[in-house]
Each structure stands twice: as C-alpha cells, then as structure tokens.
C-alpha cells in the first residue's frame, strides 16, 4: 500500500497540525494550477518504504462531507497520552481520552484534524510503519474479505467479532499488523449502506503489473472505473476500481511509481 488520498479545505492548516502534533514529515508538495487543485505528502519517511497520506487541495472548496462511512486512520505512537497533551496544547479536538480499547489492553486515544477526520492513535513500541491503518465501514464482510484477498491478493491477518457493541472487524494486508499498514474492515450488525460522502478519496497501491490486476478486478467482482494505461503527461501506468461496497482504490505500476519519485 502506497498512499491514502483525501481531500481538505485548507492545506497549511492541515499540514501543520500533521507535523506539529502528530509527527509527520511534510514530504513534497504538488501544485497543478491548470486543473485547480495542490497535492500534499505527508508521512514519517521516504515514499518508496512508508505508507504516506496524500492530501488534496482544490482550489476555493475549503469544506467537505466525510460520510458515515469512512472511519478513520490509525497511528502507532509510543506514548499516547504524550501525543494526547500536544494536541490539546495545539488547540486540537480530542474525542476519546487515552485509555485501554474495549475489551482489550492496547492503549488508544482518538483526536480529529482541522477537516474532521479521525486519527487513533494506538500505543506501540517502535514501528517502521507509524501510520498503520485505515478504516472503512462495509455492508457484507464476508463478501469484502473475499474481494480483498482475491482481487488485491491481502491477506486476513485477522477477525475480531464484538457481538456486545455489534461489530465484526477484519485486518486486511499484505504483511503483520506490527510492521505494515493495514485496512481494517469494519462490519456493523444489520448495517447494509453507507454514506461515503465526498472528503475521502482512495487508497493507492502498487503493482507490478497494472493489466494483470484489472483483470484481477473484474475477476472477483470490482468494477474498474478506469482502464489501465498511462497517465497522459506522466506516463505512469494505473488502473482504478472500486470495490463491492463502492470503496476506490487505484493501482499504480511499481517501477513507474519509484521513476515518478525521483
């Protein structure tokens, strides 16, 4: 998994609470006058081996509608009630204070960015993957976990069902928890449809083939919403789909990607 795109309404707003209080690295910054919008990397080290956020700014749109349906980001941090002080001293909004997780002994917190988002942050010890997760809410997890393993080629590292709040979870990824991102599904007992709303965008993932995978996508049920190919004016090859619950996701070829990087 590359990057997780999104849209915010005032990207020196958000880029400074990402670096400020959750340690992020402002990695590059992309302005494309002629299509109106600026793109910004965010993250804790170099794009070719971290999963980054891709911010993405649109000219004179300074608010967003994130939905029910997006859930949130997971960063691993060593202290959260540390990380919990700065972003009170901040002047960030903290909705759940430090404390273990439901049935379990992890210590989280969560906090919302200037947009709205959701961050939890999880107590870990040392990680070469600090940003480690991204949740979203779908209507059949049986049907998802499938897709995700057959169509993406993930793995299910892991299911926890929670019958006493009435949700199921699913860790989805390409490698363990500690070490890797991953997509965490989330199932909510009778909950069939979201509202995606329009603030969330995609997640990027490579491949070493963009062909190969769209047939893939078809395969098991995605609907490829473009044909892979390249990209006119960079050359970077990619496909994109979205998944059986209308999730996006885009495929980008490996060593393009590291060309585009250099």
Request: overall charge negative; aromatic content about 12%; some cysteine.
């Amino acid at each position: 998994m590359l990057h997780v795109v999104y849209r915010v309404g005032d990207l020196d707003k958000t880029i400074k609470f990402y670096t400020e209080c959750l340690g992020m690295k402002l990695l590059r910054k992309r302005d494309i006058p002629e299509e109106r919008y600026t793109n910004a990397f965010l993250g804790y080290g170099p794009e070719d081996s971290h999963f980054v956020v891709e911010l993405t700014y649109n000219y004179g749109v300074d608010k967003y509608d994130i939905g029910a349906g997006f859930g949130h980001f997971g960063i691993a941090v060593e202290d959260v009630a540390k990380t919990v002080d700065l972003v009170k001293a901040k002047g960030g909004k903290v909705t759940r204070e430090p404390g273990p997780v439901k049935g379990g002994n992890t210590v989280i917190a969560f906090v919302e960015d200037p947009d709205g988002y959701k961050f939890e942050l999880l107590e870990r010890g040392p990680t070469p993957e600090p940003l480690c997760q991204v949740m979203l809410r779908v209507g059949d997890l049986d049907r998802a976990i499938k897709f995700y393993e057959k169509a993406f080629g993930m793995e299910l590292l892991r299911k926890r069902d929670n019958p006493e709040y009435k949700y199921t979870i699913a860790m989805m990824g390409y490698g363990p928890e500690d070490k890797n991102v991953v997509l965490e599904l989330t199932y909510n007992y009778g909950v069939t449809e979201y509202d995606k709303g329009n603030a969330y965008a995609q997640i990027a993932i490579g491949t070493d083939d963009v062909y190969k995978t769209a047939e893939a996508i078809k395969l098991y049920g995605g609907q490829i919403t473009r044909e892979p190919g390249p990209l006119p004016g960079i050359s970077t090859k990619i496909t994109a789909c979205l998944d059986p619950d209308g999730w996006k996701s885009v495929f980008v070829d490996n060593l393009d990607f590291l060309k585009e990087l250099e």
